[in-house]
């Protein structure tokens, strides 16, 4: 009930293209969706988060699409850069309960 | 304002011992997490306070513990060190002024077990 399937383990985009990163969870309780973003040597940083109130939420070239009805949601990088080479990871909360993380998605845009 | 700080960055211990990891959250962060990283597993949640107060725990035994001082800072400890322990240890601190604020994350700290 507590988990968050993050799929896929990893994705090489070329520069210019999308990368597309795909999350399914399954507690309906869940109210708040963050995706954090995780450079070698660092601690994840949050990228962007949405509530499942609105269907798509944009910063820049990063959108969260959700779907509630599938219990689905995922983080689309348009125009991919090489500095967006990093681990991705997908999280659900409810309240003050504890953050329940994906499994992370390894992400290299190369030249 | 200084973000969440953890110490030490590196560790290395034999399997049987003992470790205190330390956690320094942003400075009116009162709610702090801990994390275990691995590569297959990716982040485990271990346990969470909050003004003092395990608030959440996670699934892991009894030989991980935390503890929370009165100015915010927090330890881990893991008793009985096994080779499986070895991880990268996260902290995250958050204002917890709403629910479902932003966690900041320390850089870690890297636990090997021989």
């Known amino acids: 009930q507590q988990q968050v399937k993050q799929s896929p383990q990893s994705l090489i985009v070329q520069k210019g293209g999308i990368s597309i990163i795909n999350c399914a969870y399954e507690n309906t309780a869940f109210d708040y969706f963050p995706w954090y973003q995780q450079f070698p040597g660092k601690g994840p940083a949050l990228l962007i988060a949405i509530r499942p109130d609105v269907s798509e939420k944009k910063e820049g070239r990063f959108t969260i699409s959700f779907n509630k009805s599938a219990k689905q949601f995922s983080l689309h990088i348009m125009d991919s850069q090489p500095g967006d080479s990093a681990t991705y990871f997908c999280?659900?909360?409810?309240?003050?309960?504890?953050?329940?993380f994906g499994t992370g998605t390894k992400l290299q845009v190369i030249p | 304002k200084a973000g969440v700080t953890q110490t030490p960055r590196y560790l290395i211990k034999t399997r049987g011992q003992q470790v205190t990891l330390s956690c320094s959250p942003i400075?009116?962060?009162?709610?702090v997490s801990w994390y275990q990283q691995t590569p297959g597993q990716g982040l485990q949640f271990l346990f969470e306070y909050f003004s003092e107060t395990q608030r959440n725990k996670g699934n892991f035994p009894g030989r991980f513990s935390g503890r929370q001082f009165s100015n915010s800072r927090s330890e881990m400890n893991v008793s009985t060190l096994e080779l499986g322990d070895s991880a990268l240890y996260l902290c995250?601190?958050?204002?917890?002024?709403?629910?479902?604020?932003?966690?900041?994350f320390g850089q870690g700290t890297r636990l090997t077990v021989v």
């Open positions: 995250a601190s958050s204002d917890n002024r709403g629910t479902n604020t932003e966690a900041f």
């Open positions: 999280a659900a909360s409810r309240g003050y309960q504890k953050v329940t």
């Open positions: 400075s009116g962060h009162r709610s």
